[in-house]
Structures are given as C-alpha cells and as structure tokens.
Nanobody, 125 residues
C-alpha cells in the first residue's frame, strides 16, 4: 500500500513556474514508477510525465516536453514536477500516481494503482 500526497499547487501567471511535490508513504518507494497526470475542468485526466524507479528514464507528454521536468528523490520518498513557462491551458488538478511493473504503457492512466488527492494549479493569462 502506498499513500501519495501532492503539494505545491497554486495560482501563477502565464509564463511563470511552479514546482509540485508528491510525498509517498512506505519503505518501497524506489520500487515504483511514478507519474504525473492532470485533469482540467470538463476533460479527462491526461498523462503529463513519468519517471522510472531510479530516475534513469523519463517520458513526457508532447504538450509539456521542454517545459516540465520530472525528478525523484528516493531517500525522501518524493517525486517532483518542475513546471516552467506555464500556459493558461495548464490549469488543472495535478495528480501523482504510482505503479509497479515494467517500463511499458507508462503513459496509460489505467496502469497506475495508487493516486494522490491532487493539487490545483491555476494559470492566469
């Protein structure tokens, strides 16, 4: 069982930056692939970024590539999402998620088992 708690959301102007954090409980954090997803009002939850167990591999949605960076600190049981050059379209609730298994389908929401409660990010124009 893994419990995830996101933080760091807030209101930011377009072009600004935010850093989200996701703290995980348990002693097996390093065994999980960690992902970030977001859900805008009236839309489905969509993939943002994912990082492998030891941070050796990352993968991003095309919409955030070059602007967002995912990282993790296994000693602190925490995964981060650095978001730069934010756009108004980035307004959403951001969720972190955890999954075990292989590095495949890592952008598929249905492959993630554990989810946080989400943190609101609002980007003003």
């Amino acid at each position: 069982q893994v419990q995830l708690v996101e933080s760091g959301g807030g209101l930011v102007q377009a072009g600004g930056s935010l850093r989200l954090s996701c703290a995980a409980s348990g002693r097996t954090f390093s065994r999980y692939i960690m992902g970030w997803f977001r859900q805008a009002p009236g839309k489905e939850r969509e993939f943002v970024a994912v990082i492998s167990w030891n941070a050796g591999m990352t993968y991003y949605a095309d919409s955030v590539k070059g602007r967002f960076t995912i990282s993790r600190d296994n000693a602190k049981n925490t995964v981060y999402l650095q978001m730069n050059s934010l756009k108004p379209g980035g307004t959403a609730v951001y969720y972190c998620a955890a999954r075990a298994g292989s590095w495949s389908e890592q952008n598929r929401r249905r492959t993630y088992v554990y989810w946080g409660q989400g943190t609101q990010v609002t980007v003003s124009s």
